[in-house]
């Protein structure tokens, strides 16, 4: 189960990524068009079993193309219509699946990417990689702080998180190559 999220910035900025201690990726290239329309910063609390360890940082970026409306309470963009957007959201536990869509329009495939493999799910299926999708979700990428954390058998992570992408009116190709140019915000 996740924790409850505390102290939301819904207008942090990207630099403000750089001072968190945790992996905070953001891509080196993005359709023509596309610009940062979000960061939001949220904390989770420790959980019962945890002590007072302190907060634990998550965040969220999004970027799109053509017009919005402002951001909702949450930090987030209320009116996707009209544009294309990329997503990064980062989770620490209780995560699910992602990528599960409730069409039978839907086909999936699997990309390389940074992380390794990487399972996506698009909708509509066909028309190949070079079409405009309406939605693309890939599967939860594990970070190397939470690798090296899993791979001790924390039962929280503390530095790791999980890094969830998504894309609305993108091609699978376009996808492709955000993923690929992903990296880190800072060294």
Known sequence: MPHTASCINPRATLDQLKHLEIICYVPGWLPKGFKLRSVVITYDEPGPDEGSVGRFPLYSIEYGNGPASPPTASGRWADRTGGATFTIDSARE???????METEDSDEITISSPFGPMYLIYTPKGKGKNARKVEIKANWARDPNMKSENAKALAHPILGRYHGFSATAITVAE???????LHPIRD
């Not at 209780?94 to 599960?100: A, F, K, S, T, V």
């Not at 996808?175 to 140019?181: G, H, N, P, Q, T």
Request: hydrophobic letters at 45%; glycine letters at 14%; charged letters at 30%.
């Open 94 to 100: 209780g995560i699910g699946d992602r990528n599960l």
């Open 175 to 181: 996808f492709e190559k955000i993923i690929a140019s």
